[in-house]
């Protein structure tokens, strides 16, 4: 069973960039279609961004659209968050979440098999 460790949140000003980092160990990420998702308190978690296990697709939500890019270092079995133009409705606690299913758009939560415990996002205005 792979195990997704996230890194690299904290505060930010809004218009600043963040890196997120999603190492994971257990398991090979090559193997798993990847994606990031986020949460604010009282809300339901949200679809971000996502990869496939090639890196040659990607997919993101509306609202992050030319602002947030995913990749992936197969090598380095990890999986990254750029994040730039950052907003204060970006603030949420975002989640690493890796599917054994086979490459396409996923988007909600339950197509996900492993998750991270999350890394805090917060984006003053």
């Known amino acids: 069973q792979v195990r997704l460790v996230e890194s690299g949140g904290g505060l930010v000003q809004a218009g600043g960039s963040l890196r997120l980092s999603c190492a994971a160990s257990?398991?090979?990420?090559?193997?798993?279609?990847m994606g990031w998702f986020r949460q604010v308190p009282g809300k339901e978690r949200e679809f971000v961004v996502a990869?496939?296990?090639?890196?040659?697709?990607?997919y993101s939500a509306d609202s992050v659209k030319g602002r947030f890019t995913i990749s992936r270092d197969n090598a380095k079995n990890t999986v990254y968050l750029q994040m730039n133009s950052l907003k204060p409705e970006d603030t949420a606690v975002y989640y690493c979440?890796?599917?054994?299913?086979?490459?396409?758009?996923?988007?909600?939560?339950?197509?996900?098999?492993?998750w991270g415990q999350g890394t805090q996002v917060t984006v003053s205005s």
């Open positions: 979440a890796a599917s054994r299913g086979v490459d396409y758009g996923r988007f909600a939560r339950y197509e996900y098999d492993y």
């Open positions: 257990g398991g090979t990420v090559s193997r798993y279609f």
């Open positions: 990869i496939s296990r090639s890196g040659g697709n990607t």
